[in-house]
Antibody, heavy 128, light 106 residues
Framework: QLQLQESGPGLVKPSETLSLTCTVS??????????WGWIRQPPGKGLEWIGS???????YYNPSLKSRVTISVDMSKNQYSLKVTSVTAADTAVYYC????????????????????WGQGTLVTVSS | EIVMTQSPATLSVSPGERTTLSCRAS??????LAWYQQKPGQAPRLLIY???TRATGIPARFSGSGSGTEFTLTISSLQSEDFAAYYC????????FGPGTKVDIK
């Protein structure tokens, strides 16, 4: 059974870098038919897609966050990671990792799809 | 960016009632729409994708319909475990979510 688990610091200071890792169990992150994504949800608010990665390293980011976000993959550990730089209080949220169908063929990737399953989420608070 | 809207923001329903939630896209997204259920303190759970295909393990009382810009999620007979927030998500152009509809007990 596929499971995803987020991990990382729960408190980050303003202007610093938020770093989270998603550990995948029950499936290989090098599967050729899935992308691996990050989504966040500020307290009491809705969901926002942050970005996604394919095992080959191809990445797609939400244009509104692209300048501050980096997603990377570590196939040896079956993990992928998120970094958000220059954080502010507006980055306070529950961060989820989730798998979604997709694939890359040559230089073209097809990643627009639904998310299933999701990790349990981890709350990251930005505060001094 | 495709903007998703959902109505109503909150819906008060009695157990056993039929419930319909609406989701609208700012431009046509064909059938590239998913629905999720989220209970307090939990991650979202996929209910529907492709506008009308139930995800694995989702009860038949959940059904989705629509295409283009107008979509609905129908719960035929609301059970106690269905009181939750529901989000739609489009995957036609980037990936964006609606603001959600909260279904609570009347």
């Amino acid at each position: 059974q596929l499971q995803l688990q987020e991990s990382g610091p729960g408190l980050v200071k303003p202007s610093e870098t938020l770093s989270l890792t998603c550990t995948v169990s029950g499936d290989s992150i090098s599967s050729s038919t899935y992308f691996w994504g990050w989504i966040r949800q500020p307290p009491g608010k809705g969901l926002e897609w942050i970005g996604s990665i394919y095992y080959s390293g191809s990445t797609y980011y939400n244009p509104s966050l692209k300048s501050r976000v980096t997603i990377s993959v570590d196939m040896s550990k079956n993990q992928y990671s998120l970094k958000v730089t220059s954080v502010t209080a507006a980055d306070t949220a529950v961060y989820y990792c989730a798998r979604h169908p997709g694939y890359c063929s040559g230089a073209k990737c097809y990643y627009l799809s639904w998310f299933d399953p999701w990790g349990q989420g981890t709350l990251v608070t930005v505060s001094s | 960016e495709i903007v998703m809207t959902q109505s109503p923001a909150t819906l008060s329903v009695s157990p056993g009632e039929r419930t319909t939630l609406s989701c609208r896209a700012s431009q046509s997204i064909s059938s590239n729409l998913a629905w999720y259920q989220q209970k307090p303190g939990q991650a979202p759970r996929l209910l529907i994708y492709g506008a009308s295909t139930r995800a694995t393990g989702i009860p038949a009382r959940f059904s989705g319909s629509g295409s283009g810009t107008e979509f609905t999620l129908t719960i035929s007979s609301l059970q106690s475990e269905d009181f939750a927030a529901y989000y739609c998500q489009q995957y036609s152009d980037w990936l964006t979510f609606g603001p959600g509809t909260k279904v609570d007990i009347k």
